[in-house]
C-alpha cells in the first residue's frame, strides 16, 4: 500500500512537470523547456537524454530492464517521450524517440503484460513515421 501510494504520488508530481513543460513550449520558452525535459528524465526516471538519443537501441533496452520502473511509471516516461515528438520539425529526433517509446510499449506489454488504449494508438501514430 505504502509503495503504491509514493509510486501515485510521483506519477502525480512527474504529470505536473509535464504540464510544466507543455506551458513552457506554448510560451516559447523552448530553451527551459528543454532544460526541464532533461533534469526531470534524470531525476525522475534515472535516465539520460544521450541514451534516448543514441542511435543502437540495445544500451536503451538494457537500461529499460535495470532501472526496473514501475508500470505506472514507464507510462508516464512515455507521456514524456510522446510529447517531444515533431516528425516534422525534427524528423531525426523524433524517430529516435519514437522507436525507444516502442521499446518501452513492448516493455509493458511483455514485462507487465499492460496493454493501454491510448498506447496502441500512439504506436499506430509512429509506425506512420518510422
Do not use: C
Not at 524517440?97 to 491510448?118: G, M, P, S, W
Amino acid at each position: 500500500m505504502y509503495r503504491k501510494d509514493l509510486i501515485t504520488s510521483e506519477i502525480e508530481r512527474l504529470a505536473q512537470v509535464l504540464a510544466r513543460i507543455m506551458g513552457l513550449k506554448v510560451e516559447l520558452k523552448l530553451k527551459e523547456a528543454e532544460l526541464l525535459f532533461e533534469e526531470t528524465l534524470l531525476s525522475g526516471f534515472g535516465l539520460t537524454k544521450s541514451l534516448l538519443l543514441a542511435i543502437d537501441n540495445e544500451p536503451f533496452s538494457t537500461w529499460l530492464k535495470q532501472a526496473d520502473l514501475a508500470p505506472e511509471k514507464l507510462n508516464t516516461l512515455t507521456d514524456f517521450l510522446f510529447s517531444e515528438l515533431d516528425f516534422e520539425g525534427n524528423p531525426i529526433l523524433s524517430q529516435l524517440y519514437a522507436q525507444k517509446l516502442n521499446l518501452i510499449y513492448q516493455f509493458l506489454v511483455d514485462r507487465h503484460q499492460i496493454v493501454h488504449l491510448i498506447n496502441m494508438g500512439r504506436q499506430k501514430y509512429i509506425q506512420q513515421y518510422i
